[in-house]
């Protein structure tokens, strides 16, 4: 199945958080998750925001390449895999102009009885951004709308092909920032045989003014910024984990 036009939400030509480099990030439109702390509440919907076509936005990659020579194409959203006969298209031509690609996602979407358009994907993709909300389903549920288990299925998955990942946490005191719940991470984690790097990101507050203006509820209000020891204690606690119970 064929996609001429991807609804987009944005694009961003020198993203420098989004993967190896300098990037150039992607926006897709349209999410399934409706996580607590997100910062793109505008991406949720699938309403239509800028139609563009695989050429376009190389198009438009080609304009600022020399910037992005140790760097590459970075999909986010929202929820990319939601077009993702579009991207597969998109990562294919990528793959033929020599285009590093990263797949920020949730795996939210991953079916591990039906894997026939994700097989086709991975064969162009070169990195995947894995944001694993929390490890614990339930409060999965609570935090974002949906369970984990499509996501963890999608980790292992990704595991099992050889596809490297960089494992994205965010950092929300009384949520995801628990002791017991980051052993927990670290322990899956541990299972897993291709990641390359662990990004844990701070939680922020800074969307709120975004909500109000598209009058949404932001229920993290008295959430606090975790500090950078309590940044720092939970990487060493999830890395500690993860060398303990790592499989022989």
């Not at 994907?121 to 339930?138: A, C, G, W």
């Amino acid at each position: 199945m064929t996609q001429d036009y991807a609804n987009i939400h944005s694009i961003e030509t020198m993203g420098t958080v989004d993967g190896p480099g300098v990037r150039f990030v992607v926006f897709f439109q349209g999410c399934p998750l409706r996580c607590l702390y997100c910062h793109n509440p505008d991406t949720w919907d699938n309403t239509i925001k800028k139609k563009m076509s695989v050429d376009g936005i190389l198009n438009k990659f080609d304009k600022v390449k020399e910037f992005l020579r140790s760097g590459g194409l970075t999909v986010t959203g929202g929820e990319p895999l939601l077009q993702i006969d579009f991207l597969v298209q998109l990562f294919k031509k990528c793959k033929e102009k020599n285009i590093h690609t990263a797949l920020d996602t949730s795996g939210i979407l991953f079916n591990k009885n039906d894997t026939k358009k994700i097989d086709e994907l991975i064969k162009y993709t070169n990195l995947v951004l894995l944001d694993i909300k929390h490890i614990d389903s339930e409060i999965h549920h609570k935090l974002t709308g949906q369970k984990n288990e499509n996501v963890l299925d999608f980790a292992r998955y990704l595991s099992k092909n050889n596809v490297p990942v960089w494992i994205r946490h965010v950092l929300v005191p009384g949520i995801t920032l628990n002791k017991s719940q980051l052993v927990r991470l670290g322990e899956f984690l541990s299972t897993l045989d291709n990641i390359e790097a662990l990004d844990l990101l701070p939680y922020h507050n800074m969307a709120i003014k975004k909500y109000e203006a598209l009058n949404k509820e932001y229920h993290l209000k008295d959430t606090p910024i975790p500090t950078t020891k309590e940044i720092e204690d939970a990487r060493t606690l999830i890395l500690d984990t993860m060398r303990a119970t790592k499989p022989l």
